[in-house]
């Protein structure tokens, strides 16, 4: 079952959370294999959505937000597009563009920033858009300040942490087919002048010893979530991840998040979606379709899902809506 953990590590500014994909991350590889047009993802490419996956749901799972936190890869290899999209109650799903072949140990440049034109956007879509509340949006190139690539998703994440929320963040990641796990640790912001005086006042007491024993309370803890390898990540389970990188310290960790309430796979898309999509496309567009393949099918890049729309369906869907036949209440 997947699921999401979250603790913190009590009486110090540093909290933490772990996720483990499994039936969802399979569920959408599955569904990829089954679409005829596109086939499997070549590992590599499974490997880096995976990652993108995890991140995604501990970046949701960090913040107080209600909608969609969408982090898209813009890429200038033969991935063009990856998209990792998690909703605040944890529904997920995902999705790549790739055209041409990769080799098998490609990694995060050779993939999707081959000539350093690569970006990552991360969009938090508030589910009341409606109001006229605008997605806020946060890109970052695929390189470091000094110009240097970043290797992994992992990097790239931290990246962006370091230019958008200024909160210092370690991440681990790792992902294969048969799951997507992450460990994310954050140093909490100091809360309240009150707060940051009597940090002020301890570190002068104590020469700064004390002070910086504080501040260095984040770094020890990230050092050793660093320490985890990529095969623990993956084949270990929660529990034991846990206590043997935090044996020393004192983990105060809240209820997991699985089955109905955690990470699990779900596609939003809809015919009426697809019929919104088509209109503005427009009626000359689609007839042209129309001539050519006798039907006008879209499948969604997520879910796999075809939608198929006949002449008839065409037509009902530019139909001006005076015409559209009443109602009829004897019906009703
Ligand atoms: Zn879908």
């Not at 909490?188 to 004390?210: H, I, K, M, T, Y």
């Not at 020890?220 to 660093?226: G, H, P, Q, T």
């Not at 929660?238 to 044996?247: A, E, N, P, V, Y």
Request: with cysteine; glycine share 8%; hydrophobic share 40%.
């Amino acid at each position: 079952m997947s699921e999401l953990h979250k603790f913190i590590f009590d009486g110090l500014p540093v909290r933490g959370q772990l996720v483990r994909l499994t039936d969802a991350w399979q569920e959408i590889l599955r569904r990829r294999a089954a679409n005829t047009q596109t086939g499997a993802y070549a590992p590599p490419v499974a490997e880096l959505l995976g990652e993108m996956m995890a991140a995604s749901v501990l970046m949701q799972g960090n913040i107080k937000f209600d909608g969609a936190l969408v982090m898209q890869i813009f890429g200038d290899g033969p991935v063009k597009v990856a998209v990792a999209e998690t909703q605040s109650d944890l529904r997920m799903r995902a999705t790549a563009t790739v055209v041409g072949n990769l080799d098998a140990g490609a990694r995060l440049p050779e993939m999707v920033n081959v000539r350093g034109k690569g970006r990552c956007a991360i969009t938090l879509d508030p589910s009341d858009r409606d109001d006229g509340r605008q997605p806020y949006q946060g890109v970052v190139p695929l390189q470091d300040f000094d110009g240097h690539k970043l290797q992994s998703v992992a990097e790239m994440i931290e990246h962006y942490m370091r230019q958008s929320e200024q909160l210092d963040t370690t991440i681990v990641l790792a992902a294969d087919e048969q799951v997507a796990c992450g460990l994310l640790i954050q140093r909490l912001p100091v809360q309240g002048v009150a707060n940051l005086s009597q940090s002020s006042v301890v570190r002068e007491d104590a020469e700064g010893e004390q002070g910086d024993e504080v501040e260095d309370d984040y770094a020890r803890i990230a050092l050793l979530a660093r320490s985890l390898k990529r095969e623990e990540l993956l084949e270990l389970d929660t529990d034991t991840i846990l206590r043997r990188l935090f044996w020393e310290e004192s983990l105060l960790r809240f209820p997991p998040l699985a089955g109905a309430q955690g990470p699990r796979f779900a596609c939003s898309c809809s015919r009426e979606r697809v019929g919104v999509m088509l209109r503005g496309l427009g009626r000359d567009e689609v007839d042209e379709i129309l001539a050519e393949q006798g039907r006008v099918e879209v499948g969604c890049d997520f879910c796999g899902q075809q939608e198929r729309f006949d002449s008839v369906d065409v037509a009902s869907l530019f139909l001006p809506v005076q015409d559209l036949p009443p109602a009829n209440p004897a019906i009703q």
